[in-house]
């Protein structure tokens, strides 16, 4: 495995970006998707290079909305699309974009953060257990296959006593 990095995403990237996209997800977006993303929260957009190619990236949203832990207005983030090429995949460049995609959404002053998953996607759903997420409820039929997903949650917000994390 060649070295990786991990760097925002510049308008350069789109193209790689959104095949990446097409080639890991079947929730794929027009161009002015990602560029709506990007504009919106240019920190938030990450990508993972390797190679001299782009084999990865995330990209987030900052929402406001009730808080999923105090019922609260918030801010919160939003990974709203990551994927690692196949090839590039168990080498920690997942857990390198969401943990950096969750430190740009504390610097947007957001104070947790959520996403959306399938249910059977075991990989992913291990990536975000390990990074402190944990599921708050099943959205019924969410993906245009049918398929549920777990909305998943992550508090930045540290409870007295609790040792603080790397996100
Ligand atoms: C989900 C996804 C982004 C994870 O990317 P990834 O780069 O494989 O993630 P990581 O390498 O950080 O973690 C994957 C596993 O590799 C392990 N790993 C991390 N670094 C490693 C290393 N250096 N050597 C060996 N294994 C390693 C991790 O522990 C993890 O295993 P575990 O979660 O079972 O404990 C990737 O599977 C993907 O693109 N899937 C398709 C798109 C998708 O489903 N996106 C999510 C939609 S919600």
Redesign the pocket.
């Known amino acids: 495995m060649s070295d990786w990095s991990i760097r925002h995403f510049d308008k350069d990237d789109l193209k790689a970006v959104m095949s990446i996209n097409q080639t890991?997800?079947p929730e794929n977006y027009p161009e002015s998707f990602f560029m709506g993303l990007y504009h919106h929260a240019p920190l938030a957009f990450l990508v993972a290079e390797s190679d001299d190619q782009i084999v990865?990236y995330i990209m987030c949203r900052i929402e406001r909305g009730v808080s999923s832990f105090s019922r609260l207005p918030v801010k919160k983030g939003h990974?709203v699309?990551?994927?690692?090429r196949p090839e590039?995949?168990?080498?920690?460049?997942?857990?390198?974009?969401v943990t950096r995609g969750l430190e740009a959404m504390k610097q947007y002053g957001a104070s947790e953060a959520f996403?959306?998953?399938?249910k059977t996607?075991k990989?992913?759903i291990?990536?975000y257990e390990?990074l402190g997420f944990s599921v708050r409820r099943v959205l019924r039929g969410y993906y245009r296959d049918g398929e549920d997903a777990y909305l998943m949650v992550k508090s930045f917000l540290v409870a007295r006593g609790e040792k603080t994390d790397d996100a």
């Not at 590039?88 to 974009?97: D, S, V």
């Open positions: 890991c997800l990865g990974v699309s990551i994927a690692v590039y995949r168990n080498n920690g460049i997942g857990t390198a974009l996403l959306e998953v399938r996607n990989d992913a291990s990536v390990r």
